[in-house]
Each structure stands twice: as C-alpha cells, then as structure tokens.
C-alpha cells in the first residue's frame, strides 16, 4: 500500500524536520492536531512557535516494495491554524 510521506518545514531555519507516514492530507492534518493535545508539545519549539512551522508532503512510501518517491515539497497547512486555541475553546481551520 502506499502511504504519503509528510515532514515538518522550520520557516525560520528552513529545515524539514524528520518525516512521518500518514494515509492522506486528512490523516497528516488529524495526526498533528492530535500530537498538539500533548502536554510535552508545549516544551518544544514546534508547540511554543507554531507559527513558523507548515506541513509539507514530501514523497510517497510503498510499503510492499520499499520503494519511496520523493516529490517537489508541497504546502499542506500552517501549524498555527491546527492548534487548539484554549482561550477560546475551538479549533482554527
């Protein structure tokens, strides 16, 4: 089956951080709204400034061939507007 492969882009360093499998765009935006409901995201710079991150998709793995095909890195969504914004209680989309 093929997965896509998304990573994390630093707009401040310009540095994609290490990348991680998600079934679709969806998956990737759900998997990281999730990792923002951690309390040890707040401890690191993705969760203190997320801000200056966006989801990018990189690439494809099959996982029955091992094969990955990297594509040209395309912009998916900010992490800003997937944080849960506990003043107000809701979600930016």
Do not use: H, W
């Amino acid at each position: 089956m093929k997965v896509a492969l998304f990573s994390v882009f630093d707009k401040k360093t310009f540095v994609y951080l290490a990348p991680f499998v998600a079934r679709s765009q969806v998956d990737a935006i759900r998997q990281i709204k999730a990792s923002f409901k951690d309390p040890a995201m707040c401890e690191t710079p993705v969760g203190q400034n997320p801000e200056d991150f966006d989801i990018m998709l990189v690439g494809s793995f099959d996982d029955e061939s091992g094969d990955i095909a990297p594509v040209k890195p395309m912009f998916i969504a900010r992490l800003v507007d997937l944080r849960d914004d506990s003043r107000s209680g809701t979600v930016s989309t």
